[in-house]
C-alpha cells in the first residue's frame, strides 16, 4: 500500500486522497547540442512539423503539458513526426543526446544531465509547465516517520523544495 506518493495528475484519482502542490516544473524542448536549432536557442512553432520528435507515452504529466501548449498554438501533437515513445524523461534525454530527434523534458531532467549535452530550445510564444503535487490516502493513517516526512516536504520554508 502507498501511503505518500508524487504525481502531476490529480484529476485521475478519487476524493480520498488529498493533493497538495509540492512544485512547478518547466517543461522544455530539446535537441542534440549540434542541431541546427541548439544555435539559434528558438524556433517557430510550425518548425516542429518537420523534425523527428521523441515523445513521453500518452498518460505521461509531460505529454499532456506539451499537448495542451502545443493545441493552444493550433498545433495537434498527433500531427507531429513522432519516432519514439518513452517510459521516462531521462530516457528521452538519451535519445536526444544520441541525435535521434527532439523531444519534450522536465528542466528538472535537463539539469541532472551531463551539461552541454542538449541544447534547450525556445518555441516562440510557448511557455510550459506541470505542476507537481505530493499526495497521500486520507483514510490510511501514517507512521510519525511518515508525517515527519511529509511535514518535510510540505513546509514551504523548506530551503531544499527552493532549490527545486
Known amino acids: ?5 508524487f504525481s502531476s495528475t490529480p484529476d485521475e484519482f478519487n ?19 549540434n542541431h541546427p536549432w541548439a544555435a539559434r536557442g528558438e524556433i517557430e512553432v510550425e518548425e516542429l512539423r518537420k523534425a523527428p520528435l521523441i515523445l513521453r507515452e500518452a ?10 501548449g502545443l493545441a493552444n498554438l493550433g ?10 515513445t518513452m517510459g521516462n524523461s531521462e530516457s528521452i534525454s538519451i535519445a536526444v543526446q544520441q ?12 539539469k541532472r544531465i551531463q551539461p ?8 516562440r510564444g510557448l511557455e510550459l509547465s506541470q505542476d507537481i503535487f505530493i499526495c497521500q490516502h486520507r483514510l490510511h493513517p ?9 511535514d518535510f516536504a510540505t513546509n514551504p520554508e523548506n530551503p531544499i523544495l527552493k532549490n527545486l
Do not use: C, H
Not at 500500500?1 to 506518493?5: C, E, G, K, L, Q
Not at 501533437?77 to 513522432?82: A, K, M, N
Open 116 to 123: 552541454g549535452s542538449v541544447a534547450v530550445v525556445q518555441i
Open 99 to 110: 541525435g535521434l530527434g527532439v523531444g519534450f523534458v522536465s528542466r528538472m531532467v535537463v
Open 15 to 33: 476524493e480520498n486522497i488529498e493533493f497538495l502542490k509540492f512544485i512547478s516544473d518547466p517543461v522544455v524542448l530539446i535537441a542534440p547540442p
Open 75 to 84: 498545433v495537434n501533437i498527433e500531427s507531429l513526426r513522432v519516432i519514439l
Open 142 to 150: 501514517m507512521l510519525r516517520v511518515q508525517t515527519a516526512f511529509w
Open 59 to 68: 498518460s505521461a504529466g509531460t505529454y499532456r503539458v506539451a499537448r495542451l
Open 1 to 5: 500500500m502507498v501511503i505518500i506518493a
